[in-house]
């Protein structure tokens, strides 16, 4: 029995490997014969009945002998019918009742949004196929809103990265207007002065154009564009000393900008001056903000084997960074302990924008322990 049973059993997985057409075609032949023997069988026993009543052997009413004859003609008819009903219920429920409800499951996951689903289905039939398709199709649509949402992340890091670098052009801009209105009518403001505060303030207004012809062009922090030029040193100086000025105006924070390197107005170098100023508006924003009275701003240049580099250190006075934040504050959306409003997209934008730049960002506690010191490096050779 044990051999019959592993017999049937292997006979029953050929027959669900097949084809549907196969498959419903041996299925007929199975029962399609199952009713063949069964009519042969009922015609040779009607017959020998009616032979029997015709010899005399045996005494048969008319209604009798009028069922036998019905039987005779009519069985192959009734089998055949039954069989065919027995067959396709039970190809139904073998080849077709499963893939069915899998396929409708597969369908209401999909309109349910929920995509965390499989669709397995061991026979490679034409049903397996569609399902093996769906399956695919499925794991086509996780990449997609995989896809979808990284770009949405990233159109969000780049909106806030925008809005975040108009933070410090416009209130420089602020800074010197108010400068102006104060003491301009007074006569307090020479002529040298307010050419130097007037080229200060083109100077924000053309990063601020920048600023809007990118927002047009990027898509994402990736693309965002470096243009080095060779340059002196000296006008760049003069903006970040302009930039602490108008921050100073109306501040409760004193900014001040030292320069560690000697003679470093002189020197030329190799730099993007619109991104290195975009990183340190991102470093002061977040130095001014945790200072409890003051903000260094250092700049330093420096000879390495890979190349040429500049160091902007940013010092505050603040709290610094606890030990837990000097790995995560660079991250994108970091939320600091010490102020729940403030998403960290700042250092992300500089770690990013200094990445592009050839430098990196790395941050730090002061040694006298009060406060953070933050460096951004760029490579200018």
């Given at each position: ?54 010899t005399g052997k045996i005494e048969l009413e008319n209604w009798q002998v009028l069922l036998w004859g019905i039987s005779s003609r009519f069985s192959s008819f009734f089998y055949l019918t ?121 100077k924000q207004l053309e990063r601020l154009s920048d600023f809007s012809k990118t927002m047009k062009e990027v898509r994402n922090l990736d693309e965002y564009p470096i243009e080095k030029e ?152």
């Amino acid at each position: 029995m044990d051999w019959i049973d592993v017999k049937l059993a292997n006979l029953k997985k050929r027959i669900q490997e097949m084809s549907l057409f196969r498959g419903i075609l041996c299925y007929f032949l199975i029962y399609g014969g199952a009713a063949f023997i069964f009519t042969i069988l009922t015609v040779r026993i009607c017959e020998r009945r009616l032979l029997m009543w015709h010899t005399g052997k045996i005494e048969l009413e008319n209604w009798q002998v009028l069922l036998w004859g019905i039987s005779s003609r009519f069985s192959s008819f009734f089998y055949l019918t039954v069989s065919v009903i027995i067959m396709l219920r039970q190809f139904y429920k073998n080849r077709l009742k499963r893939p069915f409800v899998l396929l409708e499951k597969g369908v209401l996951e999909i309109q349910n949004q929920n995509l965390q689903f499989s669709l397995e289905y061991e026979s490679q039939d034409e049903m397996g196929q569609l399902l093996k398709s769906m399956d695919k199709m499925r794991e086509t649509l996780v990449e997609n809103y995989e896809h979808m949402w990284n770009l949405i992340e990233e159109q969000k890091q780049l909106n806030a990265a925008f809005a975040h670098d108009l933070r410090t052009p416009l209130t420089v801009l602020k800074g010197y207007c108010e400068f102006l209105s104060r003491y301009l009518p007074q006569g307090a403001v020479s002529q040298e002065k307010m050419t130097d505060i007037l080229l200060l303030m083109t100077k924000q207004l053309e990063r601020l154009s920048d600023f809007s012809k990118t927002m047009k062009e990027v898509r994402n922090l990736d693309e965002y564009p470096i243009e080095k030029e060779k340059t002196e040193l000296f006008h760049f100086c003069k903006t970040v000393e302009g930039i602490a000025e108008a921050l100073n105006i109306g501040g409760a924070v004193t900014l001040s900008v030292k320069y560690l390197s000697a003679e470093i107005e002189k020197q030329k170098v190799f730099f993007d001056e619109n991104i290195v100023l975009e990183v340190l508006d991102n470093l002061l924003s977040n130095a001014i903000r945790f200072a409890k009275s003051q903000v260094i701003i250092s700049i330093e240049i420096e000879e390495e084997v890979m190349g040429k580099y500049m160091y902007l250190y940013v010092e505050d006075d603040g709290k610094g960074f606890l030990e837990s934040e000097l790995h995560k504050a660079i991250g994108p959306y970091y939320s600091s302990e010490q102020e729940e409003e403030h998403f960290g997209i700042g250092l992300y934008i500089c770690n990013m924008l200094c990445n592009l730049h050839g430098g990196t960002v790395s941050l730090a506690n002061r040694i006298d322990g009060n406060g953070a010191i933050i460096s951004a490096s760029f490579l200018i050779s």
